[in-house]
T-cell receptor
Framework: GNSVTQMEGPVTLSEEAFLTINCTYT??????LFWYVQYPGEGLQLLLK?????DKGSNKGFEATYRKETTSFHLEKGSVQVSDSAVYFC???????????FGTGTRLQVFP | DADVTQTPRNRITKTGKRIMLECSQT?????MYWYRQDPGLGLRLIYY???????NKGEISDGYSVSRQAQAKFSLSLESAIPNQTALYFC??????????????FGPGTRLTVL
């Protein structure tokens, strides 16, 4: 079945450091891929998405490219801020449903 | 006002009690979902509904039931709560319109503790 694997956290960085959070997936067909972010005490918010191979999703300085050849959707940001501290979830959906399959989440902690 | 609201936000209850968590949305979406979040496990789908007359089990539906009272309302019930149902519960919605790219919109969550 479909699944998503994320790197375990926490990821601890200093402000202005480069961020990569790895995400790989297993799916039949051509899933849509998402990154959601959960700030402390809040629900999940969509951060970015991509629907086909080689698409790049971007938002708030974050980027992720849909790589079908490596079945990956790694999240990157060139310069993180303290306000980026949150839990990041990679997810996929596919077929004719909206059901999302989530990774286990990666906690990012950014220190001044 | 929030588009997806959940009540209560926090609840502490005892083993064996019946609990209902409620979700309302003003986004006009036809699809609604209930997830639970546990540390290290991410979010897991409990039930989902694609319209008022459609209810489907997710991957962890045992011990839960749902009711879709209207397009805007989707409630989750624990008929007899047990401690391993202690978790953070999220409601979500999505639009079936083609091209919506399956984006889901989440409520703020309900933290449930079963003693």
């Amino acid at each position: 079945g479909n699944s998503v694997t994320q790197m375990e956290g926490p990821v601890t960085l200093s402000e202005e450091a480069f961020l990569t959070i790895n995400c790989t997936y297993t799916a039949t067909g051509y899933p849509s891929l998402f990154w959601y972010v959960q700030y402390p005490g809040e629900g999940l918010q969509l951060l970015l998405k991509a629907t086909k191979a080689d698409d790049k999703g971007s938002n708030k300085g974050f980027e992720a490219t849909y790589r079908k050849e490596t079945t990956s959707f790694h999240l990157e940001k060139g310069s993180v801020q303290v306000s980026d501290s949150a839990v990041y979830f990679c997810a996929l959906s596919g077929g004719n449903t909206d059901k999302l399959i989530f990774g286990t989440g990666t906690r990012l902690q950014v220190f001044p | 006002d929030a588009d997806v609201t959940q009540t209560p936000r926090n609840r502490i209850t005892k083993t064996g009690k019946r609990i209902m968590l409620e979700c309302s949305q003003t986004k006009g979406h036809d699809r609604m979902y209930w997830y639970r979040q546990d540390p290290g496990l991410g979010l897991r789908l409990i039930y989902y509904s694609f319209d008022v007359k459609d209810i489907n089990k997710g991957e962890i539906s045992d011990g839960y039931s749902v009711s879709r009272q209207a397009q805007a309302k989707f409630s989750l019930s624990l008929e007899s709560a047990i401690p391993n149902q202690t978790a953070l519960y999220f409601c979500a919605t999505s639009d079936s319109v083609a091209g919506a790219m399956n984006e889901q919109f989440f409520g703020p969550g309900t933290r449930l503790t079963v003693l």
